[in-house]
């Protein structure tokens, strides 16, 4: 079972940064990517997708403009940068990946990642 592993979440203070990584055992550079975060007693949803190819990429209103996603080939990772973190943005973040997942498109889609990390929480607390 291929599974991606998340790492670099941690308690953080409102206003600071977190850059979350995304690294596999199998080459990511063949996969659409997509972060994804569910805070407890709500539905997960998609935050950012980066696809294959990194020409498109699509963030979630709630996070436009303070995170950024991006591929090292090189160290096949995928990570998310967190600036302005807020409380709200205190979840369980988890990478996803698949090969024929969209991006581009305005939207990040559960249904369409069959590849799942285990998840990494992320605290923004005072």
């Known amino acids: 079972q291929l599974q991606p592993v998340e790492s670099g979440g941690g308690l953080v203070q409102p206003g600071g940064s977190l850059r979350l990584s995304c690294a596999a055992d199998f080459n990511l550079d063949l996969y659409t990517i997509a972060w994804f975060r569910q805070a407890p007693g709500k539905e997960r949803e998609g935050v950012s997708c980066i696809s294959s190819t990194d020409e498109d990429t699509d963030y979630s209103d709630s996070v436009r403009g303070r995170f950024t996603i991006s591929r090292d080939s090189a160290k096949n990772a995928v990570y998310l940068q967190m600036n302005s973190l807020r409380p709200e943005d205190t979840s369980v973040y988890y990478c996803?990946?698949?090969?024929?997942?969209?991006?581009?498109?305005?939207?990040?889609?559960?249904?369409?990642?069959?590849?799942w990390g285990q998840g990494t929480q992320v605290t923004v607390s005072s």
């Open positions: 996803a990946a698949d090969p024929l997942a969209a991006c581009g498109l305005g939207y990040v889609e559960m249904r369409e990642y069959n590849y």
